[in-house]
Structure formats: structure tokens, C-alpha cells
């Protein structure tokens, strides 16, 4: 069973029109309308409220039987976008601080040389490369979220 003909189920079983839902659920006329029709789907808030509101089950409002609907789909898609939002932003973070420590190294080595007593130059050498490949790597990270991020829209047109 669709999502659309469950919520026009309760809504009929609770003698409610369109409106009444709507206000008892503090949102529009058209958007049960929009349910009903499966034009949209609600949030995952508004599924657990229309859960409580009509003490059906989750189980029942989301699966609608034994075959997965339109809400399952939605769900499992949802899941997958958060995901993928929480990986490239994880990502790019890391990049950014990779980026952000390669320039102190640099910073770092720049300030803290110095010309000894004996008239020999103090140089901390080793940082330059180690900032140098800090901030390659922040770059490589940075490129491979958006790779990610292009080829996960490029599926997603399809």
C-alpha cells in the first residue's frame, strides 16, 4: 500500500477531512492533499507525529505492508544523502586543517631560524617539505570529496 492511500486510510477511519488533518497536524490543507496524491512525502518528524497523533505503528506507516513504498524508498534515500553530506564535510574539515598545519609548518620554520655565535645558520630544513606535503595533501583530500561529491549527482541524474 502507498504512503498516500495509508494516510487517507486513517484520515477516513478518524472521520477527519482534509483541513482537520491538516490543522492537527499543524500544516497546510494542500499538504495532505499532496500525501494523499503521492505528489510529496512528509518528513521523517512529521511520520513519527502522524504516528503518535493515530497510534499506528512506524512498521505500518513506513513499510505499508509487506512490499517497500514510496515512503521506504524515501527513507533509505535520505540516509544515503546524510550520509554522503556527513562524509564530504568530514572530509573537507580534514582538508582544511591538513591545508591550515602545512602553512604553520611553513610559518613556524620561516621564524625560527637563526644565525648562531659562531656565524653558522640555524635552520629547522625539515619542516619545509613536511608543511609542503601537509598542504598536498589537504589538496588530494579536498579533490577526492568532490570527485566523490560529482560522481555521487552524476548517479543520481541517471
Do not use: C
Amino acid at each position: 500500500m502507498e504512503f498516500g492511500e495509508q494516510i487517507r486510510q486513517i484520515r477516513q477511519k478518524e472521520q477527519l477531512t482534509q483541513a482537520q488533518l491538516a490543522e492537527k497536524l499543524h500544516v497546510t490543507r494542500q499538504a495532505v492533499s499532496n500525501w494523499e496524491n503521492n505528489k510529496n512525502l512528509p518528513d521523517l518528524e512529521m511520520i513519527i507525529l502522524i504516528a503518535q497523533t493515530f497510534h499506528v505503528t512506524l512498521d505500518w506507516l513506513i513499510l505499508g505492508g509487506e512490499n517497500m513504498n514510496q515512503m521506504t524508498e524515501k527513507l533509505i534515500e535520505d540516509g544515503r544523502e546524510t550520509t554522503q553530506v556527513k562524509f564530504r564535510y568530514k572530509t573537507a574539515l580534514i582538508g582544511m586543517i591538513l591545508a591550515a598545519l602545512g602553512v604553520v609548518m611553513m610559518i613556524i620554520e620561516n621564524s625560527t631560524s637563526y644565525v648562531a655565535e659562531n656565524g653558522t645558520l640555524i635552520e629547522h630544513f625539515w619542516m619545509i617539505p613536511i608543511g609542503l606535503l601537509l598542504i598536498l595533501s589537504s589538496v588530494i583530500t579536498i579533490l577526492v570529496s568532490g570527485i566523490h561529491y560529482l560522481i555521487g549527482k552524476s548517479r543520481k541524474a541517471k
